[in-house]
């Protein structure tokens, strides 16, 4: 036998053994990258998960502790390069574990806030759709998906799709869009007038919509009297200036008097418990 093809047979006679080998080796790397994770020793364990894996690409149930251990790395606001990569990280490897096990509905959370938090608005969104393929009765995608178009800044579309919505959680993606218009007008100074009327305008039409769907909602009546004495600075007739702060102040009194009476109401069901409970 030729001796090329005499070494090639040895090689491939050595595979399964060498094969067998690397899986025992792979299982001591994530069995050390644990005991790491299990006094938090982070780096240690991340790197001991990622040899394991390098040494067995089957074992993809580790994926799964690449991702957590990244996790406990990432700092959400750090803007640094090591922490963007530990972000990236986490969720490459939540991404690679869920292909395989898609029931584990803990990752799918940590993954879809990871997203966010580190500002992979895109990211989210697109697996917020893919959710809503699998589980179109789901009432919760849409909601999500306007927080974390409110999030991104992404006003116009969070309203469009707010509007489109259906079910209980409508209102509160109104609501939600009005807050964070008011935020924006009195706290972006980049905002030129012109702008921030518009911002303005859109916020108190979403908050406007909430409490047409739900009249007794505290928050958006708050924010509905907000919104319009930012209307009111904006306003350069005097007479009209002072209807906006008027109606400004009748919305706050109105807050207030839901607040009482929820208050009202709260104290009579404790009331009413104590009594059932002596």
Known sequence: MHRSAVVLMMVLLAL?????????????????????????????????????????????????????????????????????QFANTATSAFEKYLADYPEDDKIREYLLTTYVN?????KALVYLDQQARANPADPQVQSYK?????????????????????????ADSLAAIGMESWNKAYNDPALNAEARGQVVENGLTAIKSALDAKPEFFEAMVYYGLLLREKAKLETDAIKRQ?????????QKKAQELRKKDMARQAEEAKQKAKTES
């Open 243 to 251: 209807e906006y702060i008027d109606t400004a102040i009748e919305w």
């Open 146 to 170: 306007v927080k974390i178009l409110i999030q991104a800044g992404r006003l116009d579309e969070a309203m469009r799709l707010a509007q489109r919505q259906t079910g209980p959680g409508k």
């Open 118 to 122: 580190a500002k992979q608005y895109d």
């Open 16 to 84: 399964p053994t060498l094969t067998g080998c690397n899986k025992v080796k792979a299982r001591a790397d994530l069995k050390q990258g644990n005991e790491y994770y299990a006094k938090e020793q982070y780096r240690a364990a991340l790197k001991q998960f990622q040899q394991g894996l390098e040494r067995d690409p089957g074992a993809t149930f580790a994926w799964r502790s690449v991702g957590l251990t990244a996790l406990a790395l990432y700092r959400p606001g750090d803007a640094g390069a090591e922490n963007a």
